[in-house]
């Protein structure tokens, strides 16, 4: 079946400007998780959700970023006021809620802020 | 907290040969999960090979083999007749039985070289 997909595959955007990054998970994969990977750098988690809900949204780095999930299924990412260390590829992943712990990650989205 | 380390920012190899990719981790956990993922340069994450801390056996998955020390929190990749197309970067990461999150080392770039 289909996999993660997100959109866009890559944004550039003026700094100071908002974005929206959306993840289509798996159908049937009730967890759903975004990560940053900054250039060079290992994955960074930023928020997990369990359905709609998110237990953990931790490692969101400021309150310039949100998350939301609707319907058990598609995310988005927001980030307000963009600053250039926000560039990133910022992946996302989904799991389903029993039969294995395996994330299936996303192709993730290449920001750009200028 | 969890900590991931990978202390081999680049390594070659020959095609055909065998290489061993290196990472220790750091938890005071007793039950949790250690994951190989592949990511080349499509950006898309690959799980390559997952091994559960409970189990003593190394796991196996076809030219791809763990070495999972427990005591000495240890858990190198062995990649053996090297492909051209395993040319990628390899992030080892850790989860926790009951938590969510992946912990993610800072990466390997592997390049096999014909």
């Known amino acids: 079946g289909a996999g993660v997909s997100q959109s866009p595959s890559n944004k550039v955007t003026e700094k100071g400007k908002d974005v929206e990054l959306r993840c289509d998970p798996i159908?049937?994969?009730?967890?759903l998780y975004w990560y940053r990977q900054s250039l060079g750098q290992g994955l960074e988690f930023l928020i997990y959700?369990?359905?709609?809900?998110?237990?953990?949204k931790s490692g969101l780095p400021s309150d310039r970023f949100s998350a939301e999930r609707t319907g058990g299924s598609v995310s988005t990412l927001t980030i307000q006021r963009t600053q250039q260390e926000d560039s990133a590829v910022y992946l996302c992943?989904?799991?389903?809620?029993?039969?294995?712990?395996?994330?299936?990650f996303g192709p993730g989205t290449r920001l750009t802020v200028l | 907290a969890q900590t991931v380390t990978q202390s081999q920012p680049e390594m070659s190899v020959q095609e055909a040969e065998t290489v061993t990719l290196s990472c220790t981790y750091d938890?005071?956990?007793?039950?949790?999960?250690l994951f190989w993922y592949k990511q080349p340069p499509s950006r898309q994450m690959i799980l390559v090979i997952r091994?559960?801390?409970?189990?003593?056996q190394n796991a196996t998955e076809n030219r791809f083999s763990v070495n999972f020390q427990k005591a000495a929190k240890s858990f190198s990749l062995k990649i053996s007749d090297s492909q051209l197309g395993d040319t990628a970067m390899y992030f080892c990461?850790?989860?926790?039985?009951?938590?969510?999150?992946?912990?993610f080392g800072e990466g390997t770039q592997l390049t096999v070289n014909p």
């Open positions: 992943a989904s799991r389903p809620s029993r039969g294995t712990d395996t994330q299936y």
């Open positions: 159908s049937g994969h009730t967890a």
């Open positions: 959700f369990q359905g709609n809900s998110a237990p953990d």
């Open positions: 938890t005071s956990e007793n039950n949790y999960y």
């Open positions: 091994q559960e801390a409970y189990k003593q």
């Open positions: 990461a850790f989860r926790k039985t009951s938590g969510s999150r992946l912990t």
